[in-house]
């Protein structure tokens, strides 16, 4: 069974940072994985999504890279800036209608 | 474009009673779900509906019944609300695959 873990599951960062954040999957056998943003009492944005085939995704000051043979990914955040305060999650898509979230990393960055 | 938007944004119920959350969605995709998001874990599947008058479980769909009412609206009822469902609900639409575009959330507290 397909499992998403997001590590830390929550971080706290000055303003100007660079910073990680990690996501695992247990199963390689994926078509894509995303990242996607949640702010509070809101739904969720995609961010970045990258195909199986691909290493890393870029837009902006994010950039997310994907290590499928051991079931990794990290979003990289540059810069960061108190407006990228916000839950960060990982979802992999693994076929048909099957999309399985981790439980996110919730950011803050201290102006 | 109002996008995916969803009915209550908050409810409070007492054990028993049963109560539907509303979803309609304006982008003319064939595909909507219902995911439950709960403290530490990642958004699970309720249900899903491929296309109009198509319903199928998803991970979750237990205490759950739903409805595709159109092309536009997808319906989740709750007939004996139980204080395991305590949880914020997101509907979500897409076109098919990965690519989803979610509603801002319903918070349903059960006592």
């Known amino acids: 069974k397909q499992e998403v873990t997001q590590i830390p599951a929550a971080l706290s960062v000055p303003e100007g940072e660079n910073l990680v954040l990690n996501c695992s999957f247990t199963d390689s056998a994926i078509y894509n994985l995303q990242w996607f943003r949640q702010d509070p009492g809101k739904g969720l944005t995609s961010l970045l999504l990258i195909q199986s085939s691909q290493r890393e995704q870029t837009s902006g000051r994010l950039n997310a890279s994907l290590d499928k043979s051991s079931g990794r990914s990290t979003l990289y955040i540059a810069a960061s800036q108190p407006g990228d305060s916000a839950t960060y999650l990982c979802a992999v898509y693994t076929g048909g209608f099957k999309t399985i979230f981790g439980a996110g990393t919730r950011l803050f960055v201290k102006a | 474009n109002a996008g995916v938007t969803q009915t209550p944004k908050f409810q409070v119920l007492k054990t028993g009673q049963s109560m539907t959350l509303q979803c309609a969605q304006d982008m003319n995709h064939n595909s909507m779900y219902w995911y439950r998001q709960d403290p530490g874990m990642g958004l699970r599947l309720i249900y899903y509906s491929a296309s109009e008058g198509t319903t199928d479980k998803g991970e979750v769909p237990n205490g759950y019944n739903v409805s595709r009412l159109n092309k536009r609206e997808f319906s989740l009822r709750l007939e004996s609300a139980a204080p395991s469902q305590t949880s914020v609900y997101f509907c979500?639409?897409?076109?098919?695959?990965?690519?989803?575009?979610f509603g801002p959330g319903t918070r349903l507290t059960v006592l």
């Open positions: 979500a639409s897409g076109p098919g695959g990965p690519s989803q575009f």
